[in-house]
């Protein structure tokens, strides 16, 4: 762990984590300790709505076994609410004993079954039992931390585009990347007014874990909108070659009347980048002009694409160099922008990784 991180994220996540072990002391005291339960939170990853809201309030799934439980065993999900346990979720196991379970919002939970006719209960943190976080931006400050970087893109391909402040607001909690026209500033190759575009990497790399992001995509198929894992140094082109891959974990071309929302995954065949791209269906990428997570979990063996914590895509790592880096953009190659705002910016929320 270096400097930087040790600096903005773990003294604020440990401080939270002892606050939340002393303040839920009274839940948990009651809660026994069961040697034949064991349940495991996964990231926080469940976090649809229209509204910012904290990386912290967001749900998560809860995979439970249960040793020796035969297939359809029922198993519940309660979550801490006003002072009492309430219900959440509830399954039966599959023929391994084991089941998974979600709470919609990042509350205390415990796993409650019968096993031999005994009553047993596991408490489940989202926090503490699960997976270490590593980057942990909420974007809640009234300028942007040292460690997003903005990229210098310039005029020298077919888009025409500036990387620049203009095209970048915080407040309210988000981080807005847009894409405006230059004041005074003609495309040398149509000769027509250049576009300034908001676009970010975090400095630190991330390696092997899950990488998310809530984002509200813009509605207009006027701009795109990029949220990615880039093999290269903050700054820097991308390294393609036959040891590297780039991640795209969601892209818009607009998500109006025909969602055009995809995952990416680029590598180099024969000497050329082949994007192996996929259309999501309108069900995974859903209409509905409200915040998503979109999230990748990578390990040396695949890729798992998720929507608010639901795997909508997987794909074979070519055994790619770790570690990369995130990024985050939006930019049009259209002739028109569209003229309200918000049909040309994407909203980030937060951003997270777990490692």
Not at 57 to 79: F, I, K, Q, S, T
Not at 330 to 352: F, G, H, I, K
């Amino acid at each position: 762990m270096t400097g930087w991180d040790s600096k903005i994220l773990l003294a604020p996540i440990i401080t939270g984590v002892l606050f939340a072990i002393a303040w839920t002391a009274s839940i948990w005291a009651g809660l026994p300790v069961s040697t034949v339960v064991t349940a495991r939170a996964e990231p926080q990853l469940i976090g649809a709505g229209h509204d910012v809201a904290p990386a912290g309030a967001a749900g998560y799934g809860v995979m439970v076994e249960v040793r020796g439980a035969a297939e359809g065993h029922p198993v519940r999900l309660d979550v801490w609410s006003d002072g009492g346990w309430r219900p959440e979720d509830e399954g039966t196991t599959d023929a391994q004993g084991r089941v998974r379970l979600e709470s919609s919002d990042g509350a205390y939970s415990r796993v409650v079954t019968d096993v031999d006719g005994s009553r047993e209960v596991v408490g489940v943190d989202p926090v503490t039992d699960g997976q270490p976080i590593y980057v942990g931006e909420e974007f809640d400050a009234e300028t942007l931390s040292a460690e997003w970087l903005m990229v210098p893109q310039p005029d020298d391909g077919g888009t025409c585009t500036f990387s620049d402040r203009r095209a970048m607001t915080l407040a309210d909690g988000q981080l807005a990347l847009s894409v405006e026209e230059a004041p005074r500033r003609p495309c040398r190759r149509t000769g027509q007014r250049a576009r300034l575009n908001g676009h970010v990497v975090f400095r630190a790399p991330v390696t092997y874990g899950t990488s998310a992001a809530r984002i509200k995509l813009p509605s207009s198929r006027g701009v795109t909108s990029q949220f990615w894992l880039q093999p290269a140094s903050p700054g820097e082109r991308w390294v393609m070659d036959a040891e590297h891959e780039g991640v795209v974990i969601t892209e818009t071309a607009g998500t109006d009347s025909a969602p055009r929302v995809a995952t990416t995954v680029n590598r180099v065949t024969d000497g050329a980048v082949q994007p192996l791209r996929r259309l999501m269906s309108p069900v995974d990428a859903p209409n509905d002009g409200k915040f998503h997570v979109y999230s990748v979990v990578w390990t040396p063996e695949d890729y798992t694409f998720q929507v608010d914590g639901r795997t909508i895509r997987r794909v074979e790592s070519s055994s790619p160099l770790a570690p990369m880096v995130i990024g985050l953009a939006t930019l049009s190659t259209r002739d028109r922008l569209p003229v309200d705002a918000d049909d040309r910016t994407m909203y980030v929320d937060w951003v997270r990784v777990w490692l």
